[in-house]
């Protein structure tokens, strides 16, 4: 089965798996049958063959159209029956569910976490704990599918749906959208990190840190002056820094760096080295004036100002 299926990542796998197999039988066998009839009777039934072509006694017609017709009906009931039942249960989250929402728009899947941690196009979550995805859609209709969880679910603006699974291995399973949502939707990719629930609480206090980092950076970066000249209100001529982080960088001399942890650090402490093309290079250094934890905050508050794709509009 296994060179046929995807992985089968989460607990309601098996249950869809046997459900695509069962159809999978039933509709080789009706089409068998029919083939078979076929045949058969094309062969009995030939022009100049001895076969009886009169009517079929009474009782015989009557019993046999009520029961291959009942035969049928249950059979299909019990199709219906087995495959809502696996398609609502999709639907019904346990309670007591780990809560996750999910914002799809062109073209990324954002995520945030019940203590405020944000993820883009990436979902980290504890294995065997049932998590519920709560999805919403900024512009246009999406839909969330993880092949290896067996799950799919559309994400419809102005509507909240949900969904929801308990992963029961571990590593990164594919995100997809489903649903055409434009140029890039082929690209609306991200992934399910599936981790061991000590990693996953590690994990998400890390990510509680780097918040309340990004807080006391925020304030740092009204106390400092950085706001004056920054702020997009600020009449002083000096790059926004929304987006910056992540980005690629045109200096000065011509170079284009990558704005990661390191850059953002020089460029506050030495601001005078990577210069940024267009501006003049009034900033001050900072070297003398903030601690390294000070440093670090407005590093964790520039980054939470948002990556390139955070900052698309
Ligand atoms: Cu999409």
Do not use: P, Y
């Given at each position: 089965m296994d060179r046929f299926f995807p992985i089968a990542?989460?607990?309601?796998?098996?249950?869809?798996?046997?459900?695509?197999?069962?159809?999978l039988i039933v509709a080789a066998l009706v089409t068998l049958l029919v083939l078979v009839l076929i045949l058969t009777f094309a062969i009995r039934y030939q022009r100049g063959s001895a076969a009886f072509r009169g009517p079929l006694p009474e009782v015989y017609r009557r019993e046999f159209e009520v029961g291959w017709t009942a035969a049928t009906l249950l059979l299909f009931l019990?199709?219906?029956?087995?495959?809502?039942?696996i398609n609502l249960s999709a639907l019904v989250p346990p309670t007591g569910a780990m809560d996750i929402?999910?914002?799809a728009k062109q073209w990324m899947w954002k995520a945030q976490h019940g203590n405020g941690a944000r993820e883009i196009n990436e979902v980290h979550v504890p294995i065997g704990t049932p998590v519920r995805l709560t999805m919403e859609s900024q512009d246009v209709?999406?839909?969330?599918f993880v092949p290896e969880f067996r799950i799919k679910q559309d994400v419809v603006p102005g509507l909240r749906t949900q969904t929801w699974f308990t992963a029961t291995k571990l590593g990164t399973f594919q995100i997809l959208c489903t649903e055409y949502c434009g140029t890039d939707h082929s690209a609306m990719r991200g992934r399910v990190v599936v981790?061991?629930?000590e990693d996953f609480a590690t994990w998400l206090s890390g990510q509680a840190q780097g918040i309340e980092a990004a807080h006391r950076g925020a304030a740092l970066f009204e106390a400092q002056?950085?706001?004056g000249c920054h702020a997009p209100t600020s009449s002083i001529h000096a790059p926004r820094l929304a987006g910056v982080f992540g980005s690629k960088v045109t200096l000065a001399d011509g170079r284009t760096v990558?704005?990661?942890q390191n850059y953002i650090r020089d460029s506050i402490l030495e601001p005078g080295r990577d210069v940024v093309a267009g501006y003049e290079p009034i900033m001050p250094s900072y070297?003398?004036?903030l601690s390294e934890d000070e440093l670090e905050s407005l590093i964790a508050y520039v980054r939470s100002l948002g990556t390139t794709e955070a900052a698309q509009p």
């Open positions: 990542a989460s607990e309601q796998a098996a249950g869809v798996d046997r459900l695509f197999t069962g159809l019990f199709l219906f029956w087995w495959a809502s039942s929402r999910i914002v209709i999406h839909s969330f981790m061991r629930a002056g950085c706001a990558t704005a990661d070297a003398e004036v």
